[in-house]
């Protein structure tokens, strides 16, 4: 019998978030250790959950959503998505330019699917989010990274962005507020992107998943409030802000010329309709969290829980020798960096297993997300304060031993 091999596709394609370090976490775990997971971006370990009125009109919708739904999502869901854009001064997005899909994850994929040709080029943040990296290779694109930069509240580098545009390039990914570095972006920035697009005729991304969680009283710009006339996809669910990360349910929004996006539309439609609909009982959540109290601004303001953790994690760390990082302006993680003077590290997947298998604390190591160098990890900011004290005192007592190697 000829073995079952994997394809070819797959040869360039990580994610490395869910990968081997994780699998020996668990084993850890199963034999009894306690691991301070300071790893993954899932809201429910950490006992932030979802509101409850979303949870209760699930339910209370749960019979009613046995069969499927239009491939672009129910109309309840679609019209409050619409209605929340107009309330943010997002007047083109109708009905018709929503689709909900399982989560955004599956909007990254499926868009993609629809757009890209093999070689097409796609500029995507380093650091990234890795799903965008990993998907632009699974549909035959090239994705080509720009750089962040830490000193400058880890904002894109726009004149990197510009020197990295080539013939070939098609699209430019902008994750704001961004994971991993916590950065929110402002006008200035977007405007960049906005004019880079208009000029070279490229389509923007926008990951906007995060466009709720905001410290310190920052503000979110949707891209696609700032032109009609520039291809754009937004893409936002309830997977952070209302944390239910597990039910699934995200929507890309298309805005832009009509008449340009006309091709791509009916595209995107064909590839919808494949995976036949997302999942119902999710989609009912859609306006019950949308419409309903906002209750993650509790979280992200000053007393706030998510405010909380976040100050407490980036004092700590940075209080340690050799350690620095930009406290986040928004979504829920710091990349932190570590001196590479203090601390030569030369592969950072095998510092994080060691930090792991000696302190039994598990971030993610910085090259995952395409960083370029070894000298960078991501820490999750969903852990109690206790946790989060208990995490970053397990680093430092690694970080002496590792330091003196
Ligand atoms: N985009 C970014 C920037 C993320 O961080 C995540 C999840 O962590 C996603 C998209 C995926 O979200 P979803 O749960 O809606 O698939």
């Known amino acids: 019998m000829r073995p079952m091999q994997h394809s070819s596709k797959l040869a360039n394609v990580r994610y490395e978030l869910r990968g081997p370090i994780l699998a020996a976490a668990k084993k850890m775990e199963a034999e009894g250790h306690r691991i301070l997971r300071m790893n993954l971006g899932d809201t429910a370990p950490f006992g932030l959950e979802a509101p409850e009125s979303i949870v209760t009109d699930m339910i209370h919708h749960l019979r009613g959503a046995q069969g499927y739904s239009d491939s672009k999502g129910i109309f309840s869901a679609r019209t409050a998505i619409s209605q929340y854009y107009q309330t943010k001064g997002l007047m083109q997005i109708g009905v018709e330019d929503l689709f909900v899909g399982n989560g955004v994850s599956e909007l990254i994929s499926m868009t993609l ?12 943040p380093a650091p990234d989010y890795p799903l965008w990296t990993a998907s632009v290779t699974l549909t035959g694109g090239v994705p080509v990274h720009y750089m962040c930069q830490e000193d400058n509240e880890w904002w894109p580098d726009m004149a990197d962005v510009a020197a990295k ?52 009283g920052r503000t979110h710009i949707h891209m696609a409030s700032m032109a009609d006339d520039v291809c754009m996809l937004t893409f936002s669910g309830l997977s952070k802000a209302y944390r239910m990360p597990g039910y699934r349910a995200g929507w890309v929004a298309l805005t832009g010329p009509r008449s340009a996006m006309a091709d791509f539309r009916e595209a995107l439609e064909l590839i919808a309709s494949l995976r036949l609909c997302s999942n119902v009982p999710a989609q009912h959540a859609i306006q019950t969290s949308l419409g309903g109290y906002q209750s993650i601004n509790d979280l992200t303001k000053p007393g706030g829980r998510l405010h909380e ?23 829920m993680y710091l990349f932190v960096k570590l001196d590479p ?18 302190q039994k604390i598990l971030v993610s190591h910085g090259t995952a997300f395409h960083w370029p160098t070894t000298d960078h990890f991501r820490f999750v900011i969903l852990p109690s304060v206790d946790d989060i004290e208990e995490a970053v005192r397990r680093i430092s007592v690694f970080l002496a031993v590792y330091r003196r190697k």
């Open 113 to 124: 699917q629809a757009f890209l040709e093999n070689g097409d080029e796609v500029l995507i």
């Open 165 to 216: 545009i080539t013939p070939a390039t098609r699209a430019i990914v902008v994750i704001n507020p961004n994971n991993p570095t916590g950065a929110v972006y402002p006008r200035h920035i977007l405007e960049q992107f906005v004019e880079l697009a208009r000029n070279h005729d490229l389509v923007i991304f926008a990951d906007e998943i995060y466009e709720k969680i905001l410290y310190d």
């Open 309 to 331: 953790q976040r100050d407490r994690a980036s004092n700590l760390l940075n209080s340690l020798p050799g350690v620095s990082c930009v406290p986040a302006a928004g979504a």
């Open 341 to 358: 003077l203090m601390y030569p590290i030369t592969s950072d997947e095998q510092f994080v297993i060691d930090l792991l298998q000696d």
